[in-house]
């Protein structure tokens, strides 16, 4: 297993969830890896990436609460999110593939299982 995420939960708006995705140390030690979450009936959507050099990014709706980050000891990526909304409810992946972090050789494509986090008002 290239991918394990962990964390989620319930919480009320206002409160914070710290996502966990454990890597397979080689992976881990070139890959871009994000977090996408997904709500039924809709795509799924790219929340944060974090390249293997550190620098992140993150879709518009998240800025200034989620914070992506990297532990090299662990080969762990968080994601630490403060202030949810409801509307931050879904089932959030990680995945790390070839085509976001830039790999040129055999193309790859690696997700983790949903964990499902959950907002209320």
């Known amino acids: 297993v290239q991918l394990q995420a962990s964390g989620g939960g319930s919480v009320q708006a206002g409160g914070s969830l710290r996502l966990s995705c454990a890597a397979g140390?080689?992976?881990?030690?070139?890959?871009?890896i994000g977090w996408y979450r997904q709500v039924p009936g809709k795509q799924r959507e790219l929340v944060a990436t974090?390249?293997?050099?550190?620098?992140?990014d993150y879709v518009d709706s998240v800025k200034g609460r989620f914070t992506i980050s990297r532990d090299d000891a662990e080969s762990t990526v968080y994601l630490q999110m403060n202030d949810l909304k409801p509307e931050d409810t879904a089932v959030y992946y990680c995945?790390?593939?070839?085509?976001?972090?830039?790999?040129?050789?055999?193309?790859?494509?690696?997700w983790g299982q949903g964990t499902q986090v959950t907002v209320s008002s």
């Open positions: 995945n790390s593939n070839s085509q976001t972090t830039g790999w040129t050789g055999r193309p790859y494509d690696y």
């Open positions: 140390r080689t992976l881990f030690s070139f890959s871009t």
């Open positions: 974090i390249t293997a050099g550190g620098v992140a």
